[in-house]
């Protein structure tokens, strides 16, 4: 895995050279520049948006375990990674950096990086159907305390 990252990383610098020009061949020289400049300048909003204090409160929780029930609750990490993405010079980065932006693809991308590190809240959220064979599972007991009487 750590290879084919390695692989991408190497590739991608060529990679961006050929869209961009593709794009300055389709759209002209200066359009292009300045759909780069657009999309760093937009990089540079998102991340202002995802704020230092909400991305280090992400980390924190994270290091911690104290993640509200497991789950980060916060978009911050997903809006930095766009920004970041949004200010790296090229098409492709700027492709994904938006892709990001949009919920479904970040929320998936979040549980995605967190049942790859291995954080507890990664589970699939609510409305979707985890399929258990009758010996993995049991029932638990509730385990609040009846409510005292105000007599």
């Given amino acids: 895995m750590a290879k084919r990252i390695a692989i991408a990383l190497l590739l991608l610098p060529a990679a961006e050279l050929a869209v961009f020009l593709l794009v300055v061949w389709a759209i002209g020289t200066l359009p292009a520049l300045g759909l780069m400049i657009l999309t760093s300048l937009g ?19 994270v290091r911690n375990g104290g993640a509200s029930h497991g789950r980060i609750e916060s978009r911050a990490p997903i809006l930095a990674l766009s920004g970041i993405l949004l200010l790296l010079p090229g098409f492709i980065t700027d492709l994904v950096g938006a892709a990001l932006l949009v919920r479904p693809i970040g929320s998936r991308l979040t549980a995605a990086i967190g049942r790859a590190i291995g954080v507890p809240g990664a589970e699939p959220g609510p409305g979707s159907v985890i399929d258990l064979a009758p010996g993995e599972w049991q029932s638990v007991p509730d385990r609040r305390p009846p409510k005292a009487d105000r007599g």
């Fill in 43 to 61: 990089g540079g909003l998102v991340l202002r948006r995802a704020g230092r204090g909400g991305i280090t409160h992400v980390g924190t929780a």
